[in-house]
C-alpha cells in the first residue's frame, strides 16, 4: 500500500469546538465537496457531525457498493483505513482520502499477509474467507471477502466439501459455524472494543433495561452465547445478531419499542434518527472505537481542501484484492 500527500494549504486548522463552529466547518464542507465534485462516506460508528455531512452513512458492506457505484471524482471516506483502501481498490479511477491516516483498526492488525500465506501453506486447497477489517495484502491473498451483512451468505456459497479458512475474527467465525454448521480453521484476531462486550455486561444491560430487545454485532465477545438467549434470570429478551445497518433496518421495523444496543455507540444517533419513536441504550458506554472517532469535521473539510490522504494500493495487490472483494460485493 502506497500513501500519498498533497498539501497546498488555504487556510490554518482550526479547533473544533462543536455549536457554531460545527455549523461553520459543516458550511466549508459543504462547499469544498461541490467544488471538488467529491462524495463523503461515512461509516455507522462515525461521530454524529460527520454523520451529518456525509451523502451516505451505512455499514462497510453498504459503503463498498456505494464506493463501487459513485461517479463523483473524489470520495472523502470517513471510516477506517482498510474501508478507504476497498473504496481504492473497487473504484481505480478516482481519489479515495482518507481524513486522517492514523485511523486503523485493531482487527485487521491482528493478521498480516505473511501470517496468511503461512497459514495458507499449512492448509493447502484451503478456500480462504477474509472479513472485510483486513488489509488490502491480506484480502490480495483471499478467495473470497466479506462483512458482517453478507458472511453467512458468503460461508452458504462455498462448497460443502473444502475446507474453509476463516479470518481474522474469531468471534465472528465461532458464530458463522454454528449458524452454518461448517467447521473452519478461525483466526484468533479480535476487536477490542466488541471483544470487551461478554456475557456480564449483557446480564447487567438486560437487567437495567428488562423488556427491550438487545441487537448483537457479530463481532462481539457475547455472540455465540447470546444466539439462543431468551431470558436472563427471570427477565425474558429478544435477541437478533446483525451487522450495523441491519441494527437500523431491525429497529425501524421491529414491534419492540426499546433496544439495547452491542456495538459500537456511534450508531446510535443515526437508529434515533430513523426509529424517532423508540428508546436506544447502548450495552455499554465504553464501546468507543478511538479510531473511528479520529476523524472529524475539521480533519474532513482539511481532507477536501488540501486533496489529503490520498489512499492508494499498488495494482498488482489491487488486482488480485478485487476478485475477492467483488464477491463480497455482489453476495448477499
Ligand atoms: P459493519 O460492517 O457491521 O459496519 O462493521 C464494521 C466494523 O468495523 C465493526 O466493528
Ligand atoms: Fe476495527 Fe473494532 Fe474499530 Fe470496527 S470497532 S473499526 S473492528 S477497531
Known sequence: MRMTRTAAPIAATEPETGGVADAALAAEVRTLKATRNAVILAHNYQAEPVQDVADFVGDSLALSRRAAATDADVIVFCGVHFMAETAAILSPGRTVLLPDLEAGCSLAASIDADQLRAWKAEHPGAVVVSYVNTTAAVKAESDYCCTSGNARQVIEAIAPDREILFLPDMFLG????????????????????HAGIGPAEVSAAVKAHPGAELLIHPECGCVTSCMYLSAVGDVPVRTEILSTEGMVRHAQTSPSPAFVVATEIGILPRMRKEAPDKDFFPLSEAAVCRYMKMITLAKVRDALRDMKHVITVPEDVASRARTAIERMVAIG
Request: aromatic letters at 10%; one cysteine or more.
Open 174 to 193: 465461532s458464530y458463522l459455524e454454528r449458524v452454518t454448521g461448517r467447521r473452519m480453521h478461525v483466526w484468533p484476531g479480535e476487536c477490542h472494543v
